[in-house]
């Protein structure tokens, strides 16, 4: 869904907003806002790792890719700003958030928002940009904490609890922020579990296990600093 963010007075530039799913190896889709802020039409291409970064401005390259592999290493959130070439061959300025897209345990690609900063800028309105990618931020810690809720109540992993609310938010046609806002203020006015809070409190008490101890004949990581935290899909 398109979104667009303003400060709320009447003369305020509107910061354009769209959003974008991207797998790692193939092609992905975005709101046609999305593909507006680099001068294409809608659905007149699919966007793609390769075709965001050939639109990166020179002074600006790897910001995508940079992101991504954020992303890519496990964190559950990423932003940034920077610089693109449009279509028509002008410059301006964009925001990315990005949340990763997963697959079982793997992670396959990212989905967010893109914001066209150049009016926000123009209009010297930096505060509508900070507001904007806060807000993203927010979001994302309500989804994150109604998903810790699912697992705790439900005993499931993080990425069955994911799905449980993505699912949801589909079938009531509603936005899994707005359901996970709901779930969250409802939690609130829940009878306390005894048992649960003992076993709670238990965990938090007790003091965590020594780690052991490695030798110099310990067989050696493989992974070095350049491998992905998360294996890529199979």
């Known amino acids: 869904m398109d979104t667009t963010a303003a400060t709320g007075t009447p003369e305020a530039a509107p910061v354009r907003a769209g959003r974008f799913r991207l797998e790692f190896d193939g092609p992905g889709s975005w709101s046609d806002r999305a593909a507006a802020v680099y001068g294409y ?3 007149e291409v699919q966007p793609s790792t390769a075709l965001l970064s050939s639109h ?3 002074a600006d390259r790897g910001a995508v890719a940079g ?12 932003a940034g ?7 028509a061959g002008g410059s301006r300025w964009v925001g990315v958030g990005a949340e990763p897209i997963r697959r079982g345990e793997h992670v396959i690609g990212a989905h967010g928002v893109i914001l066209d900063l150049q009016q926000a800028l123009h209009a010297a309105e930096k505060p509508v940009v900070d507001a904007r990618l806060a807000r993203f931020l927010s ?13 705790l109540l439900h005993g499931v992993p993080a990425e069955r ?22 779930l969250l203020a409802a939690a609130r006015h829940l009878p306390p579990s005894t048992t649960l809070r003992n076993r709670v409190d ?4 007790t003091p965590p296990p020594r780690p052991s101890h490695t030798t110099a004949t310990s067989t050696p990581s493989h992974r070095s600093d350049d491998d992905p935290v998360v294996p890529p899909p199979t």
């Open 67 to 78: 992101l991504l592999e954020r992303i890519r290493r496990g964190a559950p959130v990423a």
């Open 161 to 182: 609890a994911r799905e449980v609310l993505d699912w949801r938010a589909t079938e009531t046609g509603q936005p899994v922020t707005v359901l996970a806002r709901a």
């Open 56 to 58: 990166e401005h020179p």
């Open 202 to 205: 238990h965990l938090l008490l």
């Open 81 to 87: 700003s920077h610089r693109v070439i449009d279509r």
């Open 41 to 43: 039409r809608p659905c």
């Open 139 to 151: 979001e994302h810690r309500e989804r994150e904490q109604a998903v810790g809720m699912l697992m």
